[in-house]
């Protein structure tokens, strides 16, 4: 079975530009989240996504925005880039909303830059 | 401020040596998770613990979660080359449905 599949995998970008990021789940899972990795940290929680639905977010500003597709597919958006944004962008998902008793799977990422 | 320190934040050690890695926190976890990340790829977990005082070992590597579920070590064993990578500790808290990750340990094992 295929894991966390994420596109694209490394892309370059400009200062005030859009970008949008994509991922699926693993077959069966409902709840996709998205994390951010800066370069030497570990990964911080950006949102959560169930049944369509955002069922969390972290500390990030509005220009942070997602969807969750009836597939359960899942993008994340961010708008007027900055050269703080440029990280990897992790998604993760797992068969149920909450952590407990509950194993989520990490996708390899898409490594964005910002120029 | 990061909820979860990791330390130390670089371990070089030569291939056989023993290591211990901290995870420490004043928060309490309903569980923790241990991730290794390779350069250009996400974190894979290696073990969850959700019991206080609870020790769980995956062949050389031996996890234990803090009686006060406020911390955690991973101890390595005969360290490899293919242990090098970062390792991650990410704490669940109550219900939440997100992971606190920790600032992660970059091990650098050498033949």
């Known amino acids: 079975d295929a894991g966390v599949t994420q596109s694209p995998t490394h892309l370059i970008k400009t200062r005030g530009q859009q970008v949008t990021l994509r991922c699926s789940p693993i077959?069966?899972?409902?709840?996709v989240s998205w994390y951010q990795q800066v370069l030497g940290q570990g990964p911080q929680f950006i949102f959560q996504y169930y049944e369509k639905e955002e069922r969390g977010r972290g500390n990030f500003p509005d220009r942070f925005s997602a969807r969750q597709f009836p597939n359960y597919s899942s993008e994340l958006n961010v708008n007027a880039l900055l050269l703080g944004d440029s990280a990897l962008y992790l998604c993760?998902?797992?068969?149920?909303?909450?952590?407990?008793?509950?194993?989520?799977?990490f996708g390899e990422g898409s490594w964005l830059t910002v120029v | 401020t990061q909820l979860l320190e990791q330390s130390p934040q670089f371990l070089s050690i030569q291939e056989g040596e023993n290591l211990t890695v901290y995870c420490n926190s004043s928060?309490?976890?309903?569980?923790l998770q241990w991730y290794r990340q390779e350069p250009g790829e996400g974190p894979v977990l290696l073990v969850t613990v959700v019991t206080g005082g609870e020790v769980k070992k995956l062949k050389r590597l031996t996890f234990q979660f803090g009686d006060a579920r406020k911390d955690s070590s991973l101890h390595i064993t005969a360290a490899q080359p293919g242990d090098t990578g970062l390792y991650l500790c990410a704490g669940a808290i109550g219900g939440a449905n997100n992971l606190f990750f920790g600032t992660g340990t970059r091990l650098t094992v050498i033949p």
């Open positions: 928060s309490v976890f309903s569980s």
């Open positions: 993760a998902s797992s068969l149920a909303f909450s952590l407990s008793g509950n194993t989520i799977y």
């Open positions: 077959s069966g899972h409902k709840s």
